[in-house]
């Protein structure tokens, strides 16, 4: 009866792995390789739904709840495969000379001698298919640690340009040193400081000003950790940046604090759970962090820290889980944009107003959405508008959108950069009286060390 028992799930195993589709096995040997569904999405040529649509009837048609799940139903039934390395036999002995007996080979050799219908081993080639895709992952190959999760960035087949359009109300400026995205960006006595982020070379820990006045880049003292998604409050002359993620895909909870005069980094008090991907603004003698992720979920906390008192504080809840959102200050609040949650991006518009009521009534406020969704983006106050840049959505990103505040009318505006724009950073500064919004750097199908500057005010002269 047990082989009876065994005969009949090997059928049914078959079964399932017939009723693949040919897109299907396409994608499962892509989930082989360690690709994220982003990354599967930019080589399929299909959208990162598409393919959550294809890895779900994948788990329907395999009985099976997880990415690791079907690779196991997959290799065992020779769907995809372990290569073996060159001089070994396929009776797994050396053909010449020695290999060593390294943990890929190991799993090679234990995939090699794996019978389909031995289930009761599952918990054995689970940790041999983690070290045959550990020893595959390229070294210092940036993963994000889940699949809703956008932590990293995925190579595009057409990186996006800059646009040139003569008559344009961007203007390009000097280039940032180092190319990157995801860092935190913060405006102090009107210089704009760069700090961490994600570039070619990997994480960095790069501290680099740029003063708007004299069109030029300086280097500064570098952060005390590399971070990325990462975002910085300015506090009464010294700029905070909060947590972030490591080249070890680790969130974590301190708290850098820069002194742009004396050039110096010094540890403030760290954070009450590790966090990256929030959005931050300042507010009064301290600065909020709403959402973002913490190595596990993206949440819907909010976390207020008094730079005077020292002291962090939880400040309620968000209306939703998210991360990737931005944050820009006003008079009389704390306006939120858009964010991901995992699944979508959001095209919310919401003001956030600490002081509305003893009982924490009214803190909220909705407001007209944005146009399209979006995630990765940037946002500022200038003249009383708010600006939003950048970002990745399901609409369309390639421009920008304002919005009044004393109409709560959203409009679009071009955009430097053609097609998702993310990770960048955004900061509005005064020129002799005229209002500019800068934006550097970011993602667009590489990384971009561009700064671009936008004329958010005109001075007319009448004779």
């Known amino acids: 009866m047990v082989e009876s028992a065994q005969m009949s799930e090997a059928a049914l195993v078959k079964s399932s792995i017939e009723g693949l589709s040919a897109r299907e096995v396409e994608i499962l040997e892509r989930v082989a390789t360690g690709a994220t569904n982003r990354q599967i999405a930019h080589e399929l040529g299909i959208s990162e739904n598409t393919v959550k649509a294809h890895l779900r009837n994948i788990y329907g048609k395999l009985g099976v709840e997880s990415r690791t799940e079907a690779m196991l139903i997959a290799i065992q039934n020779g769907i995809i495969s372990v290569e073996q390395p060159s001089g070994v036999s396929a009776e797994g002995a050396p053909a010449q000379e020695t290999v060593a007996d390294t943990p890929a080979e190991q799993a090679r050799r234990a995939l090699r001698g794996w019978a389909p219908h031995a289930m009761q081993h599952v918990s054995v080639l689970l940790a041999v298919i983690v070290v045959a895709v550990a020893i595959a992952w390229p070294f210092g190959r940036t993963e994000p640690p889940d699949d809703g999760n956008r932590l990293v960035d995925a190579p595009a087949a057409l990186p996006s340009e800059l646009r040139s359009e003569a008559g344009a109300r961007w203007k390009p400026r000097a280039q940032m040193p180092t190319p990157r995205g995801r860092f935190a960006q913060a405006e102090s006595d009107g210089v704009i400081y760069v700090m961490g982020g994600l570039g070619a070379e990997g994480w960095s820990d790069r501290v680099e000003a740029y003063d708007p006045g004299g069109d030029r880049w300086e280097r500064r003292a570098h952060l005390p950790v590399a971070v990325a998604n990462v975002g910085a409050a300015e506090v009464d002359g010294l700029i905070y940046v909060p947590g972030g993620l490591t080249a070890s895909n680790r969130v974590i909870a301190t708290l850098a604090v820069y002194d742009p005069v004396a050039d110096a980094w010094h540890a403030g008090p760290p954070l009450p759970v590790p966090l990256c991907a929030y959005a931050i603004a300042r507010h009064g003698d301290g600065f909020y962090l709403f959402g973002g992720w913490d190595g596990d979920r993206y949440t819907d906390s909010i976390l207020y820290f008094d730079a005077r008192a020292k002291m962090w504080r939880s400040a309620g809840q968000l209306s939703s889980p998210r991360g990737l959102a931005a944050a820009a200050s006003t ?49 500022v106050l200038s003249q009383n508008e708010l600006y939003v840049v950048g970002g990745t959505g399901e609409g369309n990103v390639s421009y920008g959108e304002r919005y009044s505040i004393a109409n709560n009318v959203w409009s679009p505006f071009e955009s430097p950069v053609q097609g998702e724009w993310a990770g960048l950073g955004l900061s509005a500064v005064s020129l002799e009286g005229i209002s500019y919004v800068y934006a550097i750097g970011g993602w667009s199908g590489r990384y971009l060390g561009s700064t671009q500057s936008y004329q958010t005010f005109f001075r007319v002269y009448v004779p």
């Open 331 to 379: 008079a009389d609040g704390i306006y939120l944009l858009g964010g991901y949650d995992g699944n979508r991006e959001y095209n919310l518009c919401e003001s956030f107003h600490p002081a509305a009521g003893p009982d924490g009534s009214d803190v909220w406020r909705m407001h007209k959405p944005m146009r399209v969704g979006r995630a990765g983006h940037a946002a």
